[in-house]
């Protein structure tokens, strides 16, 4: 398991922008699975975007065309850019870790809050 600890967050009108960052501990963060998860009051966990060891990216279809996942395997980092952000994308966004080939997500930071206004 790596530790993780994501910044970034915060308050943003609709329409708005903001970057994520999720900075892993350790020297094998090359070798992990990575993604952003969000969760609203009242809802489930959900995953928005994940980027493999390998930097096949994967998108919900709530967020396509509007966020960005990507890492720096030099900086152990990985990134969400979201653009044109919206009220529903309120939530704790949740940065997540898995070294193949463990399936599920098994590092987990403590979240940051972004919150868009109307």
């Known amino acids: 398991q790596v530790q993780l600890v994501e910044s970034g967050g915060g308050m943003v009108q609709a329409g708005g922008s903001l970057r994520l960052s999720c900075v892993a501990s350790?020297?094998?963060?090359?070798?992990?699975?990575m993604g952003w998860f969000r969760q609203a009051p009242g809802k489930e966990r959900e995953i928005v975007a994940a980027?493999?060891?390998?930097?096949?990216?994967y998108y919900a279809d709530s967020v396509k065309g509007r966020f960005t996942i990507s890492r720096d395997n030099a900086e152990n980092t990985v990134y969400l850019q979201m653009n044109s952000l919206k009220p529903e994308d309120t939530a704790i966004y949740y940065c997540?870790?898995?070294?193949?080939?463990?399936?599920?997500?098994?590092?987990w930071g403590q979240g940051t809050q972004v919150t868009v206004s109307s």
């Open positions: 997540a870790a898995r070294r193949p080939p463990t399936y599920e997500y098994d590092s």
């Open positions: 350790g020297r094998t963060f090359s070798s992990y699975d």
């Open positions: 980027i493999r060891w390998i930097g096949n990216t």
